[in-house]
């Protein structure tokens, strides 16, 4: 009985370890985004073209990015 008491607190430990890794991915994954984005709203576009660019450029990272994720 207490080594099935000693491999829940070790699965326990370990799930809380991975959501906390898992948590901390998620943060920077958002905070590289943002500061792209971040970058575009603090731009003053000549038109409509040049932001449509940055947008696009912006939207090429991310599906690279999701590209290189899927190769593994």
Same mark, same amino acid.
């Given at each position: 009985?207490?080594?099935?008491?000693?491999?829940?607190?070790?699965? &326990? @430990?370990?799930?809380? +370890?991975?959501?906390?890794?898992?948590? =901390?991915?998620?943060?920077? *994954?958002?905070?590289?985004? &943002? @500061?792209?984005?971040? +970058?575009?709203?603090?731009?003053?576009? =000549?038109?409509?073209?040049? *932001?449509?660019?940055?947008?696009?450029?912006?939207?090429?990272?991310?599906?690279?990015?999701?590209?290189?994720?899927?190769?593994?």
């Amino acid at each position: 009985m207490a080594e099935m008491e000693q491999q829940a607190v070790l699965l &326990k @430990e370990i799930q809380v +370890r991975f959501d906390r890794k898992l948590k =901390e991915n998620e943060i920077s *994954l958002l905070e590289y985004w &943002k @500061e792209h984005l971040d +970058r575009v709203g603090a731009m003053k576009p =000549e038109g409509i073209a040049a *932001l449509q660019l940055q947008v696009r450029n912006i939207s090429e990272m991310m599906a690279n990015r999701i590209r290189m994720l899927k190769r593994g």
